[in-house]
């Protein structure tokens, strides 16, 4: 069966960290560009950060540079985004996804256009 599948979210007090995990099964992530994305309550979905599959090359947007970085473990068939000093508007759902055909991380990010596939997410919540 394909599909992405999001782990890692929870209840973390302002400036925690947290680990998010977006791992694949039934085809390689080796050629997709992967990305997060979130959906903050009564929002639109947004791209926080990806990643392409070509150059390894990277997108953040400007409200997590610096506290957010997303990696790529081929080996694991997993998408990593690390989320440091967290802040109350992080909270949502984090969502990954993949997509085959030629992107930059920008595009991917900006557009959330050409997804092959989407996780069902996984819930952040930053309060005290």
């Known amino acids: 069966q394909v599909q992405l599948v999001e782990s890692g979210g929870g209840l973390v007090q302002p400036g925690g960290s947290l680990r998010l995990s977006c791992a694949a099964s039934g085809f390689t992530l080796d050629y997709y560009a992967i990305g997060w994305f979130h959906q903050a309550p009564g929002k639109e979905r947004k791209g926080v950060s990806c990643?392409?599959?070509?150059?390894?090359?990277?997108y953040y947007a400007d409200s997590v540079k610096g506290r957010f970085t997303i990696s790529r473990d081929n080996a694991k068939n997993t998408v990593y985004l690390q989320m440091n000093s967290l802040k109350p508007e992080d909270t949502g759902v984090y969502y990954c996804a993949a997509r085959s055909r030629i992107t930059t991380a920008q595009g991917m990010c900006v557009y959330l256009l050409g997804m092959d596939y989407w996780g069902k997410g996984t819930l952040v919540t930053v309060s005290s």
């Open positions: 990643i392409s599959s070509s150059d390894g090359s990277t």
